[in-house]
């Protein structure tokens, strides 16, 4: 059986596998810095891309290539750049495409240090930028400049669950010119592909749902073509974004249950989506699988489901939340998501901090958001904890 064509599962499994001399089924971990050259002149040729030889890991390495080169098949992209925390996928992004006098536009409510690092970082090198409502397509499309070099979304956006239209971002993105860059942390490539819709960079902190076990930090960037990897990737490698290859091969390992886990997680998400919307101290819940939310129909399709994250907010504001938060005996109150363990975070005080409350509340984050990451334990102990802690209000 020709393995080209696998379908996502099986992919998950199967993708960046590699033939070593043992014939180990799983790739194993090359714990080494550096790699040696056989001659002087084979040297010489893998530095000058004569020769195919691995030189340096902070340049390459078997095992993170593995890793790299599934992600990508899965994104149905290019090639793959893994990087040592998502925000090391982001600012290889950043660093590589914007330069002195650039402008970007972004979603006003993407992961806080996203945003946070062109506000506070970026200006300095002479970048500036726009933040609007990116689901409204109209705003795009005002806040375009001739000199905007990118077009920034996250989608579900973290943590106001947005919805943006990635095959019509992509649109306005190309008519001007500029690529459209997606964070897919929150879907994963199992619920969400932006390179099939238009995308022409895809990015994840693998730290969430690729990896799935809350024991790692990474990143990882896929490219739809060559020619961004190619811009990407030396960025990586000389600002030392890269992993290390026992964090890859965590990483890897945890990406082949994917699917599996996000089912569950999935399954039990809708059940405690719907669960809270019908809850008396609830006033209102974000969630792509509610018929309440309000870009339902677009979630529908360009997402495989609806996923596994759950923003809401109680009667009672940020007192309630807070009793809510004290509460909870399963869920643990961490910061992160898309592990196997349910966790409860508040982004105003916690993810979403550095962010201004003025443009937080612009954004939707308002200061009695809750965020839920559903894990994979049986829903009915989820719920009876959610319940017994709604109860101390
Ligand atoms: N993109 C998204 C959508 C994220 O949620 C995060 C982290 C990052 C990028 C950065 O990835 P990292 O460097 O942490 O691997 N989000 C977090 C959150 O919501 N809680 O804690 C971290």
């Not at 099939?196 to 990882?220: E, P, W, Y």
Request: net charge negative; with cysteine; glycine share 8%.
């Amino acid at each position: 059986m020709k393995k080209d064509n696998l379908r996502f599962s099986s992919k998950l499994i199967h993708a960046g596998d590699h033939k070593d001399q043992y014939g180990s089924a799983i790739v194993p971990i090359y714990q080494t810095s550096t790699f040696s050259f056989e001659s002087a002149d084979h040297g010489a040729k893998c530095f000058s891309g004569e020769a195919e030889g691995y030189i340096y890991t902070r340049i390459a390495n078997p095992t993170i290539r593995a890793l790299e080169k599934a992600v990508a098949s899965l994104e149905n992209g290019y090639d793959g750049i893994a990087t040592s925390s998502g925000m090391g996928a982001v600012s290889t992004i950043y660093m590589a495409l914007l330069s002195n006098g650039a402008h970007i536009v972004s979603h006003n409510a993407i992961y806080g240090p996203a945003r946070g690092i062109i506000e506070t970082i970026f200006p300095k090198f002479g970048i500036e930028s726009t933040y609007i409502d990116a689901s409204k397509l109209e705003n795009i499309e005002k806040a375009i400049k001739p000199n905007t070099k990118m077009l920034y979304i996250e989608t579900p956006a973290n943590p106001t669950m947005d919805i943006i239209d990635i095959k019509a971002a992509a649109e306005i993105a190309h008519k001007h010119g500029i690529p459209l860059v997606v964070d897919n942390t929150f879907c994963s490539p199992y619920l969400q592909r932006p390179l099939d819709l238009g995308a022409d960079i895809v990015l994840h902190s693998m730290t969430k749902f690729i990896n799935g076990h809350a024991d790692i930090v990474g990143g990882i960037i896929v490219t739809k073509e060559k020619d961004y990897y190619d811009k990407l990737r030396p960025v990586m490698i000389n600002l030392g974004f890269n992993i290390d290859p026992h964090q890859a091969f965590l990483a890897h390992r945890g990406l082949k249950t994917l699917a599996v886990r996000m089912d569950r997680a999935q399954e039990s998400s809708i059940i405690i989506a719907e669960y809270l919307e019908n809850h008396p101290k609830v006033s209102w819940v974000k969630y792509p699988g509610l018929k309440s939310h309000q870009n339902y129909e677009l979630g529908k399709k360009q997402m495989d489901g609806p996923g596994c994250m759950i923003s809401f907010e109680l009667k009672g504001g940020l007192d309630a939340g807070k009793i809510l938060m004290d509460n909870v005996q399963l869920a643990l109150l961490a910061v992160s998501l898309g592990g196997v363990e349910t966790l409860i975070q508040h982004p105003a005080s916690m993810t979403h901090s550095k962010i201004s409350k003025e443009h937080r509340e612009k954004a939707g984050i308002t200061d009695g958001l809750v965020r839920f990451s559903v894990g994979i334990e049986d829903v009915n102990d989820i719920m009876e904890d959610i319940e017994q802690a709604l109860q101390m209000i």
